[in-house]
């Protein structure tokens, strides 16, 4: 990726002007360093002072200083993970000889703790819709070890609960809960307290206190950008820094160097039965641009910019499938065909979240399923098996029957949120020009 060293520079300078002359104590200050929207952005955990630091590209996060005294989470494993399954988080104890932390391959995770050169499992067990990922959140002082509790890996919804299991003999049980807005964000650990995420729509940021049990607030600057349906904007958390450190990381984005992003292996099905492939608008691809109108039949106009793969011809109530396995992480189902704005115009749909474990890690991505005549699945859902039908195809929303699929990796780097599943590579399993269909 091209970075503008201009652009770059001036927001460094900046923010770094706005480092030493601020009104606060820098020895006193924590920020929390994430990336938004291909943004490296810092935010205080006392108030509203929401920082840009600079473009986001790979490599940039191991810029970021190892955990201080304050701080005991890292986001790299001091473990190499089990080959098949990719790193998610972890938490060193307060005294850095135990360190708790979960894999993932999903629908299966593992809870392992690492001491003295041995890792064994506190849990293992599978994402349901009765329960999502068991998260190192915190060490308590009695040496017990908080677990938050997660379907999204960037977001909760709804709801916060919190487990505590026991690293001796793994008991696990309920420790604290409450009813909450959307957060976007991981956790991150700061002595005994954690930060939870921010609440975007109402401007507030959350703690949760190990001891106590107790959630609060401060205020927060951060808002998201206008969106379709299928932007999930996941709040990627980096690490917790001090003033003194933000600045040292400001000096070190200058020489930061670039690395060539990984990507996973083709995980594609294609979402539909064989027979049905009549790609009717996808100007951004070069296979369709090759094979098919770049006019949408159905819109009667050309389409450029289009986010998605729009399949057409389809008859009303087509068995449709997810691509890959994954949770449903949001839907709609209450369009009818006499309402073309229903649903922003993608009439009912289908969000999907797909962990994936590249070289050790854990990646999130999004596919979407636009105008369906059916939903048939429910939010938290787990699709396990591609050969049950999501929804049937229909022609809610607007644009006439057919169905809108598409793909979104939002930690990529570039200006699009979104993904040409026929790019290069292509994430199509059987290939680019005729996609594998699950069954």
């Given at each position: 990726?091209?970075?503008?060293?201009?652009?770059?520079?001036?927001?460094?300078?900046?923010?770094?002007f706005?480092?030493?002359?601020?009104?606060?104590?820098?020895?006193?200050v924590n920020?929390?360093?994430f990336?938004?929207?291909?943004?490296?952005?810092?935010?205080?955990?006392h108030?509203?002072?929401l920082?840009?630091?600079?473009?986001?590209?790979?490599?940039?996060?191991?810029?970021?200083?190892?955990?201080?005294?304050?701080?005991?989470?890292?986001?790299?494993?001091?473990?190499?993970?089990?080959?098949?399954?990719?790193?998610?988080?972890?938490?060193?104890?307060?005294?850095?000889?135990?360190?708790?932390?979960?894999?993932?391959?999903?629908?299966?995770?593992?809870?392992?703790?690492?001491?003295?050169?041995?890792?064994?499992?506190?849990?293992?067990?599978?994402?349901?819709?009765?329960?999502g990922?068991?998260?190192?959140l915190?060490?308590?002082?009695d040496?017990?070890?908080?677990?938050?509790?997660r379907?999204?890996?960037?977001?909760?919804?709804?709801a916060?609960?919190?487990?505590q299991?026991?690293?001796?003999?793994?008991?696990l049980?309920?420790?604290a809960?409450?009813?909450i807005?959307?957060?976007?964000?991981?956790?991150?650990?700061l002595?005994?307290?954690?930060?939870?995420?921010?609440?975007?729509?109402?401007?507030?940021?959350?703690?949760?206190?190990?001891?106590?049990?107790?959630?609060?607030?401060?205020?927060?600057?951060?808002?998201?950008?206008?969106?379709?349906?299928f932007?999930?904007?996941?709040?990627?958390?980096?690490?917790?820094?001090?003033?003194?450190?933000?600045?040292?990381l400001?000096?070190?984005?200058t020489?930061?160097?670039?690395?060539?992003?990984?990507?996973?292996?083709?995980?594609?099905?294609?979402?539909?039965?064989?027979?049905?492939?009549?790609?009717?608008?996808?100007p951004?691809?070069?296979?369709?641009?090759?094979?098919?109108?770049?006019?949408?039949?159905?819109?009667?106009?050309?389409?450029?910019?289009?986010?998605?793969?729009?399949?057409?011809?389809?008859?009303?109530?087509?068995?449709?499938?997810?691509?890959?396995?994954?949770?449903?992480?949001?839907?709609?189902?209450?369009?009818?065909?006499?309402?073309?704005?229903?649903?922003?115009?993608?009439?009912?749909?289908?969000?999907?979240?797909?962990?994936?474990a590249?070289?050790?890690?854990?990646?999130?991505?999004?596919?979407g399923?636009?105008?369906?005549?059916?939903?048939?699945?429910?939010?938290?859902?787990?699709?396990?098996?591609?050969a049950?039908?999501?929804?049937?195809?229909?022609?809610?929303?607007?644009?006439?029957?057919?169905?809108?699929?598409?793909?979104?990796?939002?930690?990529?780097?570039?200006?699009?949120?979104?993904?040409?599943?026929?790019?290069?590579?292509?994430l199509?399993?059987?290939?680019?020009?005729?996609?594998?269909?699950?069954?």
């Amino acid at each position: 990726m091209e970075i503008s060293s201009l652009r770059l520079n001036i927001l460094l300078l900046a923010a770094l002007f706005v480092l030493f002359v601020a009104p606060v104590h820098a020895q006193t200050v924590n920020y929390v360093v994430f990336v938004l929207d291909n943004t490296l952005y810092a935010h205080a955990l006392h108030g509203a002072d929401l920082r840009v630091l600079s473009p986001m590209y790979p490599g940039l996060e191991n810029t970021l200083p190892q955990t201080t005294d304050s701080t005991n989470q890292v986001q790299r494993s001091p473990v190499q993970p089990d080959e098949r399954f990719g790193f998610y988080q972890g938490i060193w104890s307060p005294d850095r000889r135990q360190f708790v932390y979960i894999q993932i391959q999903f629908p299966v995770y593992q809870l392992k703790l690492y001491s003295e050169d041995q890792s064994k499992i506190l849990l293992e067990s599978e994402i349901s819709a009765q329960r999502g990922y068991l998260v190192p959140l915190g060490w308590k002082r009695d040496g017990g070890i908080l677990l938050l509790e997660r379907y999204m890996l960037y977001n909760l919804k709804n709801a916060v609960r919190i487990w505590q299991i026991n690293p001796r003999d793994g008991e696990l049980k309920p420790y604290a809960n409450t009813s909450i807005a959307q957060l976007h964000g991981q956790s991150m650990t700061l002595g005994e307290r954690a930060f939870l995420g921010f609440d975007v729509e109402n401007h507030l940021g959350y703690w949760f206190d190990f001891e106590s049990g107790q959630f609060s607030t401060f205020e927060s600057a951060l808002t998201f950008p206008e969106s379709s349906v299928f932007e999930v904007f996941p709040v990627r958390i980096l690490g917790i820094v001090t003033s003194s450190e933000l600045v040292e990381l400001l000096n070190q984005l200058t020489s930061s160097t670039a690395v060539p992003p990984v990507y996973p292996a083709a995980f594609l099905y294609w979402p539909l039965p064989t027979s049905e492939r009549q790609v009717t608008c996808y100007p951004d691809s070069p296979f369709t641009q090759a094979r098919h109108e770049i006019t949408c039949p159905a819109l009667g106009r050309e389409y450029p910019g289009h986010e998605g793969t729009d399949i057409g011809s389809l008859p009303l109530d087509t068995p449709v499938y997810a691509a890959a396995p994954g949770i449903v992480v949001d839907i709609n189902s209450d369009c009818d065909t006499d309402n073309p704005s229903c649903g922003r115009a993608y009439g009912n749909y289908i969000t999907l979240e797909h962990s994936l474990a590249v070289d050790g890690a854990i990646q999130t991505w999004y596919t979407g399923y636009a105008h369906l005549n059916n939903v048939s699945v429910t939010p938290w859902e787990i699709i396990a098996d591609l050969a049950l039908p999501i929804g049937t195809s229909g022609s809610t929303g607007e644009g006439g029957p057919h169905l809108h699929f598409e793909v979104r990796y939002p930690h990529q780097n570039g200006p699009e949120r979104w993904v040409d599943p026929w790019g290069e590579p292509s994430l199509w399993l059987g290939g680019s020009a005729m996609p594998t269909a699950s069954k």
